[in-house]
C-alpha cells in the first residue's frame, strides 16, 4: 500500500488506485496518517472536516468516512477505534511526507558537513515526491492547519537543493528553476540571493543586480522593510565582484556533440512510429554547420475542421506557460487537436519539439523508459550513453531540456502515472498530453480541454474537405444523415467521406443508406488503418471486467438515459454500487454523465455508436461487480 499527501491526497494499492469519496474522506485519511499511528480525537477529527460548526450528524457521518476508508484500504491496515477517538497504523505501507522528511533531513545532513553530491541526489529525490501543492482535496480546515507547514518543509529542500548544485557549479542549470521560484515567492531573501549568484557565476552581472533591485522594492513594498544582512553583503560582492566561485568542482559534464544538419532534412514520421535517432554525418562543427533542432512531430492534418474554441484555449494555455491535457472519448480527434495547435506555435518552440505515441501496436500502455530512450536519442545522447535505469534517464532528460525552450506531444496516454516520467520538469518547456481517462486530470498545473462531438457545421465542413468539393451539394440531407449516423465524431466522419473519395461513383445517398442500419453501421465505419470498433474496443479492453459486462447489461437495455436507480435493477445491486460502476465507464467516457438543475441526481446515456459497441461486443450476462478500490 502507497498514500501519497503531497499532491492530491491519494492512495494506491498493489499499483492500483483506491476509490476515495470526495473531500471529506480524503480528509479524514489525510489526518490519520499525519498523526503519524497516534490516536485522533473526535474531536479534532470533527474540526478538519467541518470547522467550528459541525452537523448535528458529525459523529456518523465520521463513523461512515472511517467505515468505508477501512473497507477499501483492505485488511492490511490496521485502522481501530481507541478511546475517544480514531488510530491507524499504516505498518509496512508507504507515505510520501514521511519519505520526503527522510531524505530532506539526510540531504540538509550531507549540505551542512559539505558533502555537496550526496546532498544535491537526496534533495532532488525528496522535491521529485512532490505532486503539486500538497494535501490537494481536503477541507480549507485541514490544509489551513498542516499546508503551512508542510509548505515551508518543501520551501527549505528547495533552497538547500539549489544550495548544493550552486556548489557544484551547476549555476547555469538552475538559472530557470530559481527564476521561477523567486518569480513565485519575492520576499524569500534566500532564493533571490541564490538566483543572483546563478547569474554572476554565470557572467551576468547586471542581471545579478537587477534581481536584487527588484527584491529590494518587493520588501519595501510588501513589508516596509529593507533587505537583511546576508542578501546586502551578497549584492556587494556581486557589485564588486568578489564573489567566491564555487565550493566543489561540477559533479558532473555532459557534453553532447551537435549533429549536423543534413542535406536533406529527415522525413516526417507517422503518428505512433518510433522517432528516428538524430543523423550523424561524422562531420566536424563549424561555421554554416548548426546543430539539427528535434523536429520528431507528425504532420498536422491538413484538412483540419472545426475546433476553433478548443484550439485557442490549447495555444492560450501554452503560451501561458501550461500545460494542456486534452482528453475526450474515443474518436474525438485528440491527436489532430494536438498537432494543429503545436503547428501553429511552432515559432515559439523553435528549439525543438518532441513527440510519442504511448500505445503500443496492440492497443497497451508503452513503456516511459522506452520513450525516454527515443527522446534522448533525439536530444543527441548516443545509444551506449543512454542510462539503462528509469530514474537515471529521467534526471539526463530534464537536465538536457532545463535550458530549453521545447513542445513535447505525449499522445494517447492511458493514465498519469505513465505521464509523469516523461514531464519535463521546471523550465520554459511545455506539454501537451491526449487521452480518454479522466486520470489525467491529475496532473498537477495542467489546463484540461474536453472534446465531444462536432458542432453539425463543421461535421459538414470536414466531410466536404475530406470527400472533395462538389460530392454534397445536390444533397445536402444526405449529408446531415451522414454526419449523424457518425455521432458526428472526427474519426467517422474522416472514414465515411474517405469512402466517398475512394468509390466517386458512390451518391452521397447511398452511403447514408449503407450507414442507416444500426446492425452495419460498424461495419461501415472501417477503412485501411482506420476503424471506429477497435478504437473503441482498445478503450473497453483495459476497463475492469466487472465494468465490461455491466457496460453490456447497460446497453441491451436500450434506455435513452439511466439513473443510478436504473442501473441498480438492470446490474441487481445496490445504487451505490451501480453509480460507482457507471462513473468507471464515465471515467473511460464510455457513458456521459450530466445533472438536472435543481436535483442531486446524476443521467446518464450512450452515444450511440458506444451503444451499438457494447450490444455487440460486451454480451450482457450475470455481473460480479467486484470493482478494484
Not at 20 to 45: F, I, N, Y
Not at 439 to 467: F, I, N, Q
Not at 598 to 605: H, K, T, V
Not at 614 to 620: I, K
Request: some cysteine; aromatic content about 4%.
Amino acid at each position: 500500500m502507497d498514500f501519497q499527501i503531497l499532491g492530491p491526497v491519494s492512495a494506491e494499492l498493489d499499483g492500483h488506485a483506491v476509490a476515495l469519496d470526495g473531500s471529506k474522506q480524503r480528509t479524514t485519511l489525510a489526518a490519520l496518517l499525519l498523526a503519524d499511528g497516534k490516536v485522533m480525537p473526535d474531536e479534532r477529527l470533527t474540526a478538519v472536516l467541518w470547522g467550528w460548526e459541525p452537523p448535528a450528524t458529525s459523529t456518523r457521518q465520521l463513523y461512515t468516512y472511517v467505515s468505508r476508508l477501512r473497507t477499501r484500504l483492505g485488511p492490511g491496515l490496521c485502522l481501530e477505534r481507541q478511546g475517544p477517538g480514531y488510530r491507524m497504523d499504516i505498518g509496512d505501507a508507504t507515505l510520501d511526507w514521511f519519505a520526503f522528511r527522510a531524505l530532506a533531513g539526510t540531504g540538509r545532513a550531507d549540505l551542512v558537513a559539505q558533502r555537496y553530491e550526496e546532498a544535491e541526489r537526496r534533495l532532488a529525490q525528496a522535491l521529485a515526491l512532490w505532486r503539486g501543492p500538497a494535501l490537494t482535496g481536503v477541507t480549507e480546515h485541514l490544509l489551513e492547519t498542516e499546508g503551512p507547514l508542510m509548505e515551508e518543509a518543501r520551501l527549505a529542500a528547495l533552497e538547500d537543493h539549489a544550495e548544493a548544485a550552486l556548489a557544484l557549479g551547476r549555476h547555469i542549470d538552475m538559472i530557470p528553476a530559481l527564476t521561477r521560484q523567486v518569480t513565485l515567492l519575492p520576499v524569500r531573501e534566500r532564493l533571490r540571493g541564490q538566483l543572483m549568484t546563478a547569474l554572476f557565476r554565470s557572467g551576468r552581472q547586471a542581471d545579478a543586480l537587477a534581481v536584487y533591485e527588484d527584491g529590494r522594492r518587493a520588501l519595501a513594498d510588501e513589508l516596509g522593510i529593507d533587505p537583511g544582512p546576508s542578501l546586502r553583503a551578497l549584492h556587494q560582492e556581486v557589485l564588486t565582484g568578489t564573489l567566491a566561485p564555487p565550493a566543489a568542482p561540477e559533479r558532473i559534464s555532459v557534453t553532447v556533440a551537435p549533429p549536423t544538419v543534413p542535406a536533406a532534412g529527415p522525413p516526417r514520421q507517422a503518428a505512433g512510429q518510433q522517432p528516428a535517432a538524430p543523423a550523424r554525418t561524422g562531420l566536424p562543427d563549424g561555421p554554416g554547420r548548426p546543430a539539427l533542432v528535434p523536429a520528431t512531430l507528425p504532420c498536422a492534418p491538413a484538412d483540419f475542421t472545426g475546433r476553433a474554441d478548443e484550439t485557442e484555449e490549447v495555444l492560450t494555455a501554452l503560451r501561458g506557460h501550461q500545460d494542456v491535457v486534452i482528453t475526450g472519448a474515443s474518436g474525438t480527434g485528440k491527436s489532430a487537436l494536438a498537432l494543429w495547435a503545436a503547428e501553429r506555435c511552432r515559432d515559439e518552440f523553435a528549439q525543438g519539439r518532441l513527440y510519442a505515441d504511448l500505445r503500443t501496436a496492440g492497443g497497451g500502455p508503452r513503456a516511459p523508459a522506452e520513450v525516454l530512450g527515443w527522446f534522448l536519442r533525439a536530444l543527441g545522447i548516443a545509444p551506449e550513453r543512454t542510462p539503462s535505469a528509469l530514474d537515471e534517464r529521467i534526471q539526463l532528460y530534464r537536465t538536457l531540456l532545463a535550458g530549453r525552450r521545447m513542445l513535447v506531444v505525449l499522445d494517447n496516454a492511458c493514465d498519469d502515472a505513465q505521464v509523469r516520467p516523461l514531464l519535463p520538469g521546471e523550465g520554459a518547456s511545455r506539454t501537451v498530453v491526449t487521452g480518454v481517462r479522466s486520470h489525467l486530470a491529475s496532473l498537477e498545473g495542467t489546463r484540461l480541454v474536453r472534446l465531444g462531438p462536432l458542432a453539425p457545421a463543421d461535421a459538414g465542413r470536414l466531410l466536404a474537405a475530406v470527400a472533395g468539393p462538389g460530392r454534397f451539394t445536390a444533397s445536402p440531407e444526405a449529408a446531415a444523415r451522414i454526419a449523424e449516423s457518425c455521432d458526428r465524431l472526427p474519426l467517422a466522419l474522416r472514414i465515411v467521406a474517405a469512402r466517398l473519395a475512394a468509390h466517386p461513383h458512390w451518391p452521397a445517398e447511398l452511403l447514408a443508406g449503407r450507414l442507416a442500419p444500426p446492425e452495419r453501421r460498424l461495419a461501415e465505419l472501417r477503412l485501411g488503418s482506420l476503424d471506429v470498433r477497435a478504437g473503441l474496443r482498445s478503450v473497453v479492453d483495459h476497463v475492469e471486467p466487472a465494468a465490461r459486462a455491466a457496460l453490456g447489461v447497460l446497453a441491451a437495455a436500450g434506455l435513452s438515459r439511466l439513473t443510478a436507480g436504473d442501473a441498480a435493477a438492470l446490474l441487481d445491486t445496490g445504487p451505490d454500487e451501480a453509480e460507482e460502476v457507471l462513473e468507471r465507464l464515465v471515467d473511460a467516457q464510455l457513458l456521459e454523465a450530466w445533472s438536472v438543475d435543481g436535483d442531486a441526481r446524476l443521467c446518464y446515456r450512450f452515444l450511440p455508436l458506444v451503444q451499438l459497441f457494447a450490444r455487440a461486443e460486451c454480451a450482457p450476462h450475470a455481473v460480479p461487480l467486484t470493482l478494484s478500490s
